[in-house]
């Protein structure tokens, strides 16, 4: 079935319009052209309200659209960073490394909060959460821009140094330390905090795992031998570690 047409009564008084004009009959093209006006009049109304609709349907889609182009970004915010601190979730930190571990020579840092558990049954969890963000503010505000930092899970965060030196990052990991010592919790005067570290760098084309390992065993000696040290892998790792 064919759409009305939305116009009959308006072309059907001009068309009566236009034959009184030719026939020059002036009663009959007087009630055409009252039809007409009345007719365009109405046009004019329903013109004017769509295109407010029109307008309004126009600015509340650009707001859909900026509020769904604003949730993409935090929820692609959400799958690439820890919810308590910000910092890289451990899959996208590994996931980051890859490339950059393929084409540079680079330097991985492990931190390791000490006696966790302790700070957690003694303060509670909570103060825990807090140590952890505060920890992850110390790496945030250490690391160099270019620096990689992620939270690997619990307690134990990494950096990743692409092209760094070896002097360099031993620098920044001794700051870390010196800073996480001066972390304070109030109203907890009594509560010190310390971390374990290593230092592991690895030629291109090593693998993650590979890499992480070996940095994991020295920060295995580092809690060993006392903890609030940071011990170094001292060769550099190859692909055929
Ligand atoms: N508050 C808090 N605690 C956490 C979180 N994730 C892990 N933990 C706690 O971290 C603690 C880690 O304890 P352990 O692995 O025994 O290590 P540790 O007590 O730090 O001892 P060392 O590593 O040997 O110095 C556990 O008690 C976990 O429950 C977290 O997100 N928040």
Redesign the pocket.
């Known amino acids: 079935m064919d759409a009305p047409d939305l116009f009959a009564p308006e072309k059907a008084a001009l068309r009566r319009a236009r034959e009184a004009l030719e026939q020059g009959d002036g009663e009959i093209a007087h009630r055409a052209l009252a039809e007409l006006i009345q007719g365009f009049d109405r046009m004019i109304r329903d013109t004017g309200r769509l295109i407010n609709h029109a307008d309004r349907t126009e600015r509340e889609l650009n707001r859909a659209n900026q509020k769904l182009r604003e949730l993409t970004e935090e929820l692609t915010f959400r799958s690439r960073h820890d919810g308590?601190t910000g910092l890289l979730n451990r899959e996208t930190f590994i996931g980051e490394t890859l490339p950059l571990m393929e084409s540079d020579p680079v330097i991985l840092l492990l931190l390791?909060?000490?006696?966790?558990?302790?700070?957690?049954?003694r303060y509670g969890?909570?103060?825990?959460?807090k140590?952890?963000v505060g920890v992850a503010r110390v790496l945030r505000e250490l690391s160099p821009e270019q620096a990689l930092c992620g939270r690997l899970?619990?307690?134990e965060f990494a950096i990743l140094l692409a092209r760094g030196d070896w002097a360099g990052a031993l620098r920044l990991a001794n700051g870390i330390c010196a800073a996480i010592r001066e972390i304070r919790e109030s109203p907890h005067p009594g509560l010190r905090v310390t971390a374990?570290m290593s230092a592991a760098a690895s030629v291109p084309g090593t693998r993650f795992d590979t890499l992480y390992v070996c940095a994991d065993d020295a920060l295995y000696r580092a809690?060993s031998l006392g903890?609030d040290r940071i011990e170094e892998v001292p060769d550099w790792i190859t692909p055929d570690d």
């Open positions: 308590l390791d909060i000490d006696h966790f558990k302790q700070v957690n049954d969890h909570p103060v825990g959460d140590i952890i899970g619990g307690e374990s809690k903890r």
